[in-house]
């Protein structure tokens, strides 16, 4: 299960960006850490954290790489593990999908009070 970040302070040099992967579908990109950590990044967000994937790495972060047809991100660490993730077909931030669902409940009370 993904972990939803959407704010947090800024940890990018503290953690050392060992690999880099662009995912153009939803204009972020992921980073892979000499720690072990995998973190999708917000483009048009000034770079912000958007998703952490649940990684069992003991180890730096040694391939990364995204498969645009099936929207899946593969991720190996130096320890000799590798894990796969299904990435959503969308993103939104948590402040407009609130949004989204704030109007969807006005909508419907309406709806429901007019009956």
Not at 15 to 20: A, L, M, T
Request: overall charge positive; glycine content about 6%; some cysteine.
């Amino acid at each position: 299960m993904m972990q939803h970040y959407p704010q947090e302070t800024n940890d990018k040099n503290q953690e050392n960006v060992n690999k880099f992967c662009w995912i153009g579908r939803l204009n972020s990109y992921c980073e892979g850490t000499k720690l072990g950590y995998l973190k999708m990044r917000s483009a048009e967000d000034k770079g912000n954290c958007i998703l952490q994937f649940p990684t069992m790495f003991t180890d730096k972060v040694r391939l990364l790489r995204y498969d645009k047809t099936k929207n899946i991100m593969f991720a190996a660490s130096r320890d000799g593990t590798c894990a796969a993730w299904k990435l959503p077909p969308e993103w939104c931030p948590q402040w407009l999908d609130k949004k989204i669902r704030d109007i969807r409940l006005e909508q419907g009370q309406k709806l429901f009070s007019g009956i």
